[in-house]
């Protein structure tokens, strides 16, 4: 794919992203103000676990490891192949995750136990039920999961970026009609419901693709038995990663009650850079990096990667350090309203304050870990994840102590700083460089005009609020867009003062857009008049 096709798919998935982020915000706003940060929300969000574990586990697993594994089938043997390990791989994973949810029903209140030891009474019984409920969730997650893998495979990214769309939309009609009437039962039987709109809104891909699906497994099919030896260490490894959100959650849940709801609305807040811009990025480059893998091109992997790199960076700093800054009057104004209570805002900024100082590493890791996939290396992923996961449970009995809810969001954001510099070492040794130096230059660029961003919209905000020390929802929404607008304007002067590539690369990329668009209406016009 070519460098303008590139920034082309990027764009509409960022712009798809942004879309279902902002609905995801809504969602999240819908839930806290409707339930608040109660022993409600937080059994509904321990209920979840089990489902948002096994897909994390299962969906990341097979995304990563379907796209390298099915450019290596066409290349060999073509689309019929191709398509013959897709419908072997969808069918039975319909078969295991029947197995699954069917062996979740029986035993959730063993789970319930496990990931909420400090629940009791009427929070377990509740916890218990949702859990049940929940569990459908985990066949139409997997689903999901590989018709996004190859849509992606076969370089058709809108559809699966459009998937949070729906689910959104569902979930808030399902938050605000169970307020009313099914309290939090309801939101349950709208997450399922929202789960299973996520396939439905990738059929028109599909067909497009000309994907047919066919009822068979075949056991010998060389690209089939390739993903069972590559998936074990990504299983084991995202299911290391998601074990550390298991302890986090259960430490959570012997504290003060909101505080995994806390954790949770800051981890929504700080991931929204990741699941805009980074995924955006990351998702466009992986085929590429699955094809100079399958090519043995590796000067070209080693410069894809680095571009990669120095996307992320340029991105996720400065949205970092505007997290940190801005961080009470986001939350008050994203969150703060009906039963989420300024106690909630206060708990909720304090946990973006340390997910914050980990964004920089949890976008890297996304990059390099992809480049490790596409060269069909699954293990040394594993044992640096699980490596990781090791650190984040010891941080966080240091730091929960000292820190309490925060302490735990730290333990996470210092844990992806030792994978990720390891993650690198690694790679460095195996592709024997990956151009440190510019990497180098690039983050010192970056942190240099994200400090003075940061530095401006300190003042700048600070100045507003002894203007207007009580401002209302209204206008301190306007006040913090305005700060925000700010900041990223200090922020393009300066990296343009520092000649920052990626500002040049995304003005140009902005500027055929708007003249393409510009060209498309004017020829409406000229159609209309004639």
Not at 69 to 88: C, P
Not at 260 to 270: C, D, M, P, Q, V
Not at 278 to 303: C, K, N, W
Not at 338 to 367: K, N, Q, Y
Request: glycine share 10%; proline share 4%; net charge positive.
């Amino acid at each position: 794919m070519k460098k303008e096709q590139l920034l082309k798919a990027a764009g509409i998935i960022a712009v798809a992203s942004i879309l279902s982020k902002i609905l995801g915000f809504i969602r999240e706003a819908a839930l806290a103000g409707v339930f608040g940060a109660t022993s409600v929300t937080d059994a509904y969000l321990q209920a979840s676990i089990l489902p948002s574990i096994l897909f994390s586990v299962v969906s990341t697993a097979l995304t990563t490891t379907l796209i390298p594994v099915f450019t290596q089938r066409i290349h060999d043997e073509g689309q019929e192949a191709g398509r013959r390990f897709i419908n072997t791989l969808i069918n039975f994973i319909l078969i295991f995750c029947f197995v699954m949810i069917l062996i979740g029903v029986v035993a959730a209140p063993l789970i319930v136990k496990l990931v909420a030891p400090g629940f009791g009474g009427e929070t377990f019984t509740l916890t218990v039920a949702l859990t049940r409920m929940l569990l459908p969730m985990i066949l139409f997650m997997a689903i999901t999961a590989l018709f996004t893998g190859y849509l992606q495979a076969v370089e058709r990214f809108t559809w699966p970026a459009l998937v949070g769309i729906p689910f959104n939309v569902i979930m808030i009609t399902s938050i605000f009609i169970s307020g009313i009437s099914f309290g939090i039962i309801g939101v349950a039987v709208g997450s399922v419901l929202a789960t299973a709109s996520q396939i439905l809104i990738m059929l028109p891909g599909l067909k497009r693709a000309k994907y047919r699906y066919q009822l068979l497994i075949d056991w010998k099919d060389p690209g089939f038995r390739q993903v069972g030896k590559l998936i074990v260490p990504i299983l084991l490894a995202t299911g290391a990663g998601q074990l550390g959100l298991v302890v986090d959650r259960i430490l959570a849940s012997g504290l003060t009650e909101g505080s995994i709801s806390a954790l949770n609305f800051g981890t929504r807040l700080t991931q929204l850079p990741l699941g805009i811009f980074i995924m955006a990025v990351t998702t466009v480059l992986y085929p590429t990096f699955s094809q100079l893998a399958a090519d043995r091109e590796m000067h070209g992997l080693r410069r894809a990667m680095v571009a990669g790199v120095r996307a992320s960076i340029f991105l996720t700093i400065p949205m970092a350090v505007g997290l940190i800054v801005l961080r009470e009057p986001i939350v008050r104004v994203l969150f703060e309203r009906g039963a989420f209570d300024p106690r909630a805002t206060e708990m909720t900024a304090f946990a973006v304050l340390f997910f914050s100082v980990g964004l920089l590493p949890m976008a890297l890791r996304e990059v390099i870990s992809r480049v490790y996939f596409a060269l069909q290396d699954t293990m040394t992923p594993m044992m640096l994840g699980i490596a990781a996961v090791a650190v984040n449970i010891i941080l966080n009995f240091a730091l929960i102590g000292p820190l309490a809810h925060g302490g735990l969001a730290l333990a996470t954001s210092l844990a992806s700083y030792f994978a990720v510099f390891i993650l690198f070492a690694v790679l460095r040794k195996r592709l024997g460089g990956l151009g440190g130096l510019e990497m180098l230059d690039s983050l010192w660029r970056v942190s240099l005009a994200s400090g003075v961003m940061g530095a401006g919209v300190y003042a700048l905000w600070t100045a507003l609020a002894k203007v207007y020390p009580a401002p209302g929802f209204f206008l301190e929404a306007v006040l913090l867009a305005a700060s925000i607008c700010a900041g990223a304007a200090v922020y393009a002067v300066a990296a343009y003062l520092l000649g920052l590539p990626e500002l040049k690369s995304g003005l140009d990329f902005a500027g055929k857009a708007a003249k393409r668009l510009f060209r498309r209406q004017n020829k409406g016009s000229v159609h209309d008049a004639c």
